[in-house]
């Protein structure tokens, strides 16, 4: 996992030090030591100094080079870092017992970290999760510690000791840290299904399905989207294009997650078939059943008579969805809203199958009239909500109408 917050990863070795000093048999019966992220010269009081001064990046874990000039896709991109800690005892004092003390810690310390190179979401110090102390439990992070073999006349350096004497230190590496990138606020479209099919010459074959939604926006606009594949109301047009949609008999398939068989759609939805294109009006039936809001597969199988028998010709299927119509909205007052339009209800749609929210907030299924922030199914054909009362008064919402997990096309309400 990656992350921003470098201080998780000083706070999981301060805790697992500090936890694993305090079970030495060397320094029991004394308390657990303080460890601090503080340079060792600004330590308050005697303990341990464990000091995050340097970070450099991974070179095996670079970014490769954005696609083109000026692209921002290397922001999306975990970017992977080396911190380089440095561990140094503090005496309470600079007399010899206090000197002794502070260097057994530093023993004790080093020892704590040669035993536990690397910590993850398992490490835990007599029963306590590390990573759990700060937070990053389940994270699935790991962070190996290494420690930097650092010559005694270059450690000099790290200090600039001039006439002060020289701090006992030691020095190490973490990695691998991953640098949180910018989240993806936008995706390429649902994959619904994948396929492999071989279409003999002759037959059937489906390339894509759309359908057109035409909704008002506020302030009276008219607009109209494309969905593809295919999110159609009932009522609106499910249009199919590809190849050899033509024969004596051309039938529209259609099949749902509990079909045995695929359903044909019956006159009610108005097939009209040429050889590249076929459309088809949803409606509520098909094949004599109830047809439910969902996703479906669509399919179109054609018939020629050969040697005196009909033979018929299936295509590949192509997914769609189905969703309920909103024909009407009427305003009651109040914040009382009348939806028309369905399929809402059914004996074989589940209450919790029915989803209402406005804006943000999802409406409660009311079992009567509905209050503040509820809805109730009135019918079928008909839903009534009564907006929540913390929404601003004078904005237009989006409601949004779910069955099945098919969602309604865009509706728009003035809150009162």
Avoid at 37 to 47: E, I, V
Avoid at 143 to 171: E, H, I
Avoid at 245 to 259: A, I, K, M, T
Wanted: glycine share 8%; charged share 15%.
């Amino acid at each position: 996992m990656s992350l921003l917050d470098l201080s998780l990863v000083t706070r999981s070795f301060t805790e697992l030090v500090a936890r694993t000093v305090e079970l030495s048999p060397a320094w029991q019966p004394r308390a657990r030591p303080t460890v601090s992220p503080l340079p060792p010269d600004q330590m308050p009081a005697a303990g341990l100094s464990f000091y995050l001064y340097h970070v450099t990046e991974v070179p095996q874990h670079k970014n490769p080079a954005p696609a083109a000039v000026g692209s921002d896709a290397i922001r999306y991109t975990p970017m992977a870092i080396e911190l380089h800690f440095q561990m140094s005892p503090v005496a309470a004092g600079l007399t010899a017992p206090e000197m002794h003390e502070a260097q057994l810690l530093f023993g004790c310390a080093l020892k704590a970290l040669h035993d536990a190179p690397e910590i993850n979401d398992d490490t835990a110090v007599n029963g306590t999760n590390v990573f759990d102390l700060v937070g990053l439990g389940g994270a699935d992070n790991r962070f190996r510690l290494q420690k930097v073999p650092v010559m005694p006349n270059d450690a000099v350096s790290y200090w600039t000791a001039g006439s002060s004497s020289m701090r006992l230190s030691a020095y190490y590496s973490a990695a691998v840290v991953y640098l949180d990138p910018d989240a993806i606020a936008a995706r390429s479209g649902r994959v619904l299904t994948y396929s492999v099919s071989a279409f003999p010459s002759g037959s059937p074959f489906i390339s894509s399905s759309e359908a057109q939604s035409t909704f008002v926006l506020p302030g009276g606009q008219s607009q109209t989207i494309t969905t593809s594949p295919a999110v159609v109301p009932f009522g609106g047009e499910l249009v199919l294009t590809g190849a050899n949609f033509s024969g004596e008999r051309v039938d529209l398939l259609l099949r749902g997650n509990g079909d045995e068989a695929p359903r044909i759609a019956d006159l009610g939805w108005a097939v009209v078939a040429q050889p590249t294109r076929l459309t088809a009006r949803i409606s509520r039936t098909i094949d004599g059943q109830v047809l439910l809001p969902g996703v479906y597969t669509a399919s179109v199988r054609t018939g020629r008579t050969l040697s005196g028998r009909m033979i018929f010709s299936r295509s590949n299927a192509t997914p769609i969805q189905i969703t309920p119509a909103v024909d009407l909205v009427g305003d009651l007052g109040g914040g009382l809203f009348r939806i028309d339009g369905g399929l809402f209800a059914d004996p074989a749609i589940a209450p919790d199958d029915v989803e209402v929210y406005a804006a943000a907030e999802q409406l409660t299924l009311a079992g009567g009239a509905p209050a503040a922030g509820e809805f109730e199914v009135v019918s079928a054909d008909r839903i009534e909500l009564r907006l929540p009362a913390s929404l601003p008064s004078g904005v237009d919402i989006p409601l949004r109408i779910l069955v099945n997990a098919a969602e309604t096309p865009p509706v728009f309400v003035r809150v009162p």
